[in-house]
């Protein structure tokens, strides 16, 4: 088969390399498509909490067919730039019809994220208001969807008209250049204040959102694409009742995948009723893998990216 390999820190390329066995309660996907997320690229700079022994093959999400011809997608861990990949039985979900491979691919972990830190941690409610942040990425467009799927009202923040656009057609009710004064526009917006705000981005913008909270708004942190972590001012925390919310649904999901499993055929239920549909990724050969992933941090993907061996 052939696979995208990280054999040195910073750089990867595609390889010639054997088939997996699966072992024990492992089936053998062969994949039509593997998303591409900001943690791989984490993955191949040695910059993330975890560090692989090298070589190894980045790529957490895929979809594809399993030897009956049966659709699914999977979360895989690492392993899914490859045109093959072992996966425990358990993890292979049916895909619905409504969803093609590149986005069945691209749909786990942004859309469970979203899902998760809205509804579990955020305790969101219908006819509250939403602020994204980075609402052009991945991350930031699912959880677009998903706060208005639960009939919340939505601001999206982005960094470029094309960015700005995206989110639009996934159903943001307002957009807002991320360079311009986020708090004002934010409490103009709302009429005081937001009662959430969406951060996969963090750095200079994490504190003027957290500014534009009303009283006992939430800023739910879910990641830092900008690459630098804020401190943010606690007094602002204390101001208003607001409160600071952390998001770790990988490490929740790994822990509980009976949950996570019904959070994950939930959100497929909303797509099969049409109450989300995922916009179609970007599309790119193995052999472009390092190019996306240097795409990814230097953040100049709008929505998703699969990689279709």
């Not at 088969?1 to 492992?26: F, H, N, W, Y």
């Not at 694409?225 to 998001?247: E, T, Y």
């Not at 989300?276 to 050969?285: G, H, I, S, V, Y």
């Amino acid at each position: 088969m052939r696979a995208v390999i990280c054999a040195e820190l910073g750089s990867v390329a595609v390889k010639d390399t054997e088939v997996p066995v699966p072992g024990p309660g492992q089936v053998l996907i062969a994949v039509e498509a593997a998303g591409v997320n900001y943690v791989d690229a984490l993955f191949v700079q040695g910059r993330y909490q975890i560090k692989p022994p090298l070589p190894f093959v980045p790529g957490s999400e895929v979809a594809g067919t399993l030897p009956s011809g049966e659709r699914v997608l999977a979360m895989c861990g690492l392993g899914g730039f490859a045109t093959h990949v072992a996966v425990p039985e358990s993890s292979a979900v049916p895909i619905p019809d409504e969803l093609d491979f590149p986005r069945a691919a691209t749909f786990t972990q942004s859309y469970c994220t979203a899902l998760f830190a809205l509804r579990d941690r955020a305790n969101l409610r219908a006819g509250e208001t939403v602020l994204v942040l980075g609402a052009g990425g991945g991350a930031g467009l699912a959880a677009v969807q998903v706060a208005k799927a639960m009939g919340a009202r939505v601001l999206a923040a982005a960094s470029t008209p094309s960015k700005r656009e995206a989110a639009r057609d996934a159903g943001a009710d307002e957009t807002v250049s991320s360079a311009e004064d986020v708090k004002s526009a934010a409490r103009a917006w709302s009429d005081g204040g937001v009662d959430v705000v969406y951060d996969p981005v963090g750095g200079a913008i994490a504190e003027p959102a957290l500014r534009s909270l009303r009283e006992r708004g939430r800023h739910v942190v879910i990641g830092f694409a900008s690459g630098d972590i804020p401190s943010l001012p606690l007094n602002q925390v204390l101001l208003r009742n607001r409160a600071v919310v952390g998001v770790d649904w990988g490490a929740w999901s790994m822990a509980n995948p009976p949950a996570q499993r019904a959070l994950l055929d939930e959100l497929l239920a909303m797509v099969a009723k049409g109450d989300l549909d995922p916009a179609p990724p970007r599309t790119a050969p193995l052999a472009s893998a390092a190019e996306v992933l240097d795409d990814l941090l230097n953040r100049r993907v709008v929505g998703k990216v699969a990689l279709v061996p």
